[in-house]
């Protein structure tokens, strides 16, 4: 298949063609020719106004809910609502039943993923079904295609447990993540402690709950010697700590969910129970300092923490509903609108540069000869989140009805074109 992509401007600082407006043309998956008014006959021509192109966006932590709980999410559904979002690349997280926890539960995703449109990267459990008790096969789910190992939405509790997963890792070059979570500390906290969750009248969570974790966390990478992505911090003082360490040359990285820099806690007193998330949202302070580490690099990377769930599970008292929200297909705009005054070539740097080197993932830069694993969007279009643009098997996010300014205009990854 032949695509032409015309009067794009490619954003990639590892193209010799960053910055420039040019034209793409990719024969079965590889780009050929880069250069200015490409006239040469193609399947497809995409031309669309305002329209820039770079290397393809990876997510680092979502849920796919395949295989155990198919009426969340599908690797399908989850594919398509990447590829809505601009996303070539995912890692899905392990808090699946069975939980992605040994080579065979890794080798179902990678085999059942071939065909997607989405490159599906599973994350392997540190521990047995997550459980936080007893490692589980590393090693072997490495070798079979797991590119990081975590417990996802299941902070790892235990200290000398998790010193031990760093300590293994280490052995082959991997990455820890983990999601920051103190659950000794007010286990029955529903939203971040402070006056809104005194005026709702609802049990508080308070941000130390975050912060004892990354504190000892980053201790615990920094005595073993190895890599440590910490996802979704949402507090001031979780962003110091991520500073602190990486100046002191501790193997640290960092990302933020899209709605920790778009809500905080004033937005819950309707009680939606979409914004119904661990960690909770913050205090508007919070959300200001996540925001500034954001343009000042503390931040590395965007984390949709995409948690699909039915409606039975948001509908719901909000005492008893599900933590978690959608956000594949609405990352970038809400990032995009967020976050004031960032540039294209940031956004770009947090979904598609970054998390490739903090993962090790094979470049997808913008240069004739590569294989095509490139992002359509358009920064400056204007849009309103309807249903119609949610691709999820589950529609659980609060932004229905809001306007966002980028919207993505498609993915081509490989021989694979998805347009929006």
């Not at 590119?147 to 790892?156: E, L, M, P, R, T």
């Not at 992002?375 to 999820?392: E, G, I, M």
Request: glycine share 8%; hydrophobic share 40%.
């Amino acid at each position: 298949m032949k695509i032409l992509i015309k009067q794009a401007r490619i954003t990639d600082p590892n193209s010799p063609h960053n910055g420039q407006i040019a034209d793409i043309f990719i024969e079965n998956g590889i780009i050929t020719r880069i250069a200015k008014g490409i006239n040469d006959p193609a399947d497809k021509v995409i031309e669309l106004e305002g329209l820039f192109v770079s290397p393809g966006w990876v997510d680092v932590f979502a849920n796919f809910a395949d295989p155990g709980y198919e009426f969340k999410e599908t690797l399908e559904t989850g594919a398509a609502a990447a590829a809505a979002g601009g996303y070539t690349d995912v890692m899905i997280i392990p808090n699946t039943n069975p939980a992605i926890h040994n080579k065979a539960a890794v080798e179902y995703i990678v085999h059942k993923g071939r065909d997607l449109p989405v490159t599906i990267h599973p994350i392997g459990a540190i521990t047995r079904n997550t459980e936080g008790k007893e490692l589980a096969e590393m090693y072997d789910m490495k070798w079979s295609g797991a590119v990081a190992f975590s417990d996802g939405i299941n902070c790892v509790q235990s200290a000398g447990l998790l010193v031990k997963a760093l300590q293994y890792v280490n052995a082959f070059g991997g990455t820890i993540i983990q999601l920051p979570d103190d659950k000794s500390v007010n286990p029955p906290g529903l939203i971040n402690e402070g006056i809104v969750s005194t005026q709702l009248g609802l049990p508080g969570k308070p941000s130390m709950a975050e912060e004892l974790i990354v504190e000892r966390d980053i201790s615990l990478a920094e005595y073993a010697g190895s890599r440590l992505h910490l996802t979704g911090i949402s507090t001031k003082k979780s962003a110091e700590y991520v500073k602190k360490a990486r100046n002191s040359g501790i193997k640290v990285s960092c990302s933020v969910t899209p709605y920790h820099l778009f809500f905080c806690d004033e937005d819950m007193t309707s009680y939606n129970t979409n914004l119904k998330v661990n960690p909770p949202l913050r205090t508007r302070e919070d959300r200001t300092a996540m925001q500034e580490a954001v343009l000042n690099g503390t931040v590395d990377c965007l984390a949709s923490h995409h948690l699909p769930h039915e409606i039975d599970s948001k509908v719901i008292e909000f005492e008893y509903a599900k933590f978690g929200m959608t956000g594949l297909e609405t990352a970038y705009a809400v990032l995009n609108t967020a976050v004031p005054g960032i540039s294209t070539d940031k956004c770009v740097e947090l979904l598609g540069i970054n998390p490739r080197k903090i993962f090790a993932f094979e470049p997808a830069s913008v240069i004739e000869g590569n294989a095509a694993k490139l992002t359509l969007f358009q920064p400056a279009r204007k849009w309103t989140v309807s249903a119609a643009d949610l691709k999820s098997r589950s529609a659980n996010t609060a932004l229905t009805g809001t306007a966002l300014t980028g919207k993505v205009a498609g993915t081509i990854n490989g021989d694979k074109i998805t347009l929006q």
